[in-house]
């Protein structure tokens, strides 16, 4: 890698001005200095104008340690030179902030390195030793040394007390794995997108109706084994948690720790009931009820005195081995129940959303998978992709789809296959909220509930359209092109996405033979391989379709243009409306 690419990429993370390296493949003392600034957020660190104070300035706000003499020779030469390796090093630590900062903060807020470290220590670190069931001491570096031995003989923050590399790169580790367990994370930024909704974005459009209630957990095991509350809907996602973490669980109940509040969704005219927040819970109690799992193991040096018997005395035994006591506790155990009815599928969606954002940890197709179960095109989709049909009730072509869609893995929870479908069917109509007129970035969730919200949700011939166009291009993208669907050998969805959208205005010149398949081969391999934005938001994400609309066009002789226009030309209005100007 040059330099020139690695200050490309630091430009792009830190949102500064784009810099050519000088002759002799020099990197300016400007540059460096915009970098500092950048991140240098809180003003609290200075330096002189020198390009290596400078250097060694960008270093300490990433978090790395004063430079040891090996690194200074890699990093800088004579003359105040900064080399590839220094250089290189500056990117990827900026990179690794940005991922961090993409995590914890909003969108647009800049990377501050101090603040980051301070929420890892003083509101991650805690949870996640909680969670490993670890006894947190005065010590975040002993704590950081307990979950992970192999940090122990590295400082965990460096002289400007920020986190140094080693433990960064663990904290964004244990970040994913806790969104691959808990979240899925979100699913749509796993396969390629960062753009998602934020809290601040999620509003209602009618009063809710609810009904508040407080059952024991016995009554709400009766109504799981009566059949009146359902614990598994179709739109429902799978079990995500891990026994341990069910274990814990059931040691809170044990322990009168409270749990949170249940969101269920009564079906209309019925008395049954479904788990809209609250499966992974209730299916760990349901688990331990019916003998499933045990609890935890609980040390001599953890042990409590509960009354009559100890909390010791529940250690590895199942929910019929309890002392009587202990089970009577748990059976009697209150649970704040939430009710909804009379709803709708758009009211439905953004109460989820809401949940979502303060604590529920269903993910973006999840929410849109309950709100538009009874949606035409949503129904066909499911199908289609093989998401609640069993392995062996699969279409021919399912097995494959899936392979590479999650990279070899046919398998993959949580609607991930669902979810690259639903965000080509956003991104390919661009339709507005609410059926307003006219062309906005939205994030990808929002073009995904815009499309829903514009399609008839009854109209079934609609839907078996949409699925066949759907499946036209996918083939033909697989069938034709080359890599259109990969970035670096794995499945990318914005690329894939794009090379879709760029064969759906493609295949009706073929089609109309306005171009050779051959020909239009050769131009759709050169634009679906186009570089892919370093950072994904609603605005570049656009950009990057956009602008592969744009250069097609430019590659279209006037009676091509004619036909794509009166083919899509709807769509072509909203993303490239001057088209048509000389």
């Known amino acids: 890698m040059t330099k020139q690419d690695c200050c490309n990429r630091i430009t792009e993370t830190l949102g500064i001005d784009r810099t050519e390296v000088l002759e002799g493949s020099t990197i300016s003392g400007d540059f ?42 890699q990093a800088k030469s004579s003359g105040g030179t900064i080399t590839t390796n220094g250089i ?82 663990k904290s964004l580790q244990t970040l994913q794995a806790n969104s691959n367990e808990d979240r899925e994370g979100d699913v749509e930024s796993r396969i390629g997108d960062a753009s998602e909704d934020t809290p601040s974005n999620s509003s209602l ?105 100890s909390l010791r005395d529940c250690s590895e035994k199942l929910f019929d081995e309890l002392p009587s006591d202990a089970q009577e506790h748990i059976r009697g155990t209150l649970i704040h129940t939430s009710t909804l009815s009379g709803v709708t599928p758009k009211t439905i969606y953004e109460i989820f959303t809401i949940y979502n954002s303060t604590g529920t940890r269903l993910n973006a197709v999840e929410i849109r998978n309950a709100a538009y179960q009874d949606h035409e095109v949503h129904k066909k989709m499911v199908t289609y992709t093989g998401e609640q049909t069993l392995q062996a009730d699969w279409a021919p072509h399912i097995e494959q789809f899936r392979m590479i869609i999650a990279n070899g893995n046919i398998n993959a929870g949580r609607y991930k296959y669902l979810a690259f479908v639903e965000r080509y069917l956003g991104y390919s109509r661009a339709y507005n909220e609410g059926g307003r007129p006219g062309f906005k970035k939205l994030t990808t969730a929002k073009s995904i509930q815009a499309f829903y919200e514009s ?62 398949l051959d020909d239009a081969i050769v131009i759709l391999d050169e634009l679906c391989q186009r570089r892919l934005p370093d950072n994904q938001n609603s605005t570049t994400i656009w950009g990057y379709h956009i602008a592969s609309l744009d250069a097609l066009w430019n590659k279209l002789n006037t009676k091509q243009r004619k036909t794509l226009d009166k083919e899509r030309g709807q769509y072509l209005d909203k993303l490239l409306p001057f088209r048509n100007e000389e």
């Open 32 to 73: 460096l200095r915009a970098v500092f600034d950048a991140l240098n957020t809180s003003n609290s660190h200075s330096v002189e104008d020198s390009k290596h104070s400078l250097f060694d300035g960008i270093m300490l706000l990433l978090g790395a340690e004063p430079l040891s003499e090996d690194f200074e020779i």
């Open 88 to 169: 290189e090093k500056v990117a990827q630590l900026c990179e690794l902030w940005n991922k961090l900062n993409q995590n914890l903060m909003n969108e647009d807020a800049p990377i501050n390195t101090y603040e980051l470290s301070f929420t890892v220590i003083n509101t991650l670190l805690q949870k996640w030793v909680v969670e490993a069931s670890i006894e947190i001491s005065d010590s975040p570096a002993h704590d950081f040394g307990q979950l992970y031995p192999e940090l122990k003989p590295h400082p965990m923050l460096n002289e400007l007390e920020i986190l140094t590399p080693e433990y960064l790169q």
């Open 205 to 309: 459009s009618q009063r809710i109706s609810s009904q508040l209630a407080q059952p024991s957990i016995d009554t709400l095991i009766g109504e799981i084994n009566r059949g009146v509350l359902n614990l598994n809907p179709p739109w429902q996602r799978k079990r995500v948690w891990s026994e341990s973490k069910q274990r814990q669980l059931i040691k809170s109940v044990i322990l009168n720790l409270p749990l949170p509040s249940f969101i269920l969704f009564r079906l209309s005219n019925s008395s049954k009931r479904e788990v809209v927040d609250g499966k992974q819970r209730l299916s760990a109690l349901y688990d331990y009820f019916t003998g499933r799992i045990m609890f935890p193991k609980i040390k001599i040096a953890d042990d409590i005195n509960l009354g009559s018997y």
């Open 455 to 516: 399609e008839d949700p009854n109209d079934s011939n609609n839907a078996d359209t949409v699925v066949a166009e759907f499946e036209i291009e996918y083939n033909f993208v697989l069938s034709h092109l080359n890599g259109a669907l990969y970035n670096e050998g794995r499945f990318h969805a914005l690329k894939a996405t794009n090379s879709l959208i760029l064969a759906r205005h493609m295949i009706p010149l073929i089609s109309g033979k306005k171009i050779k």
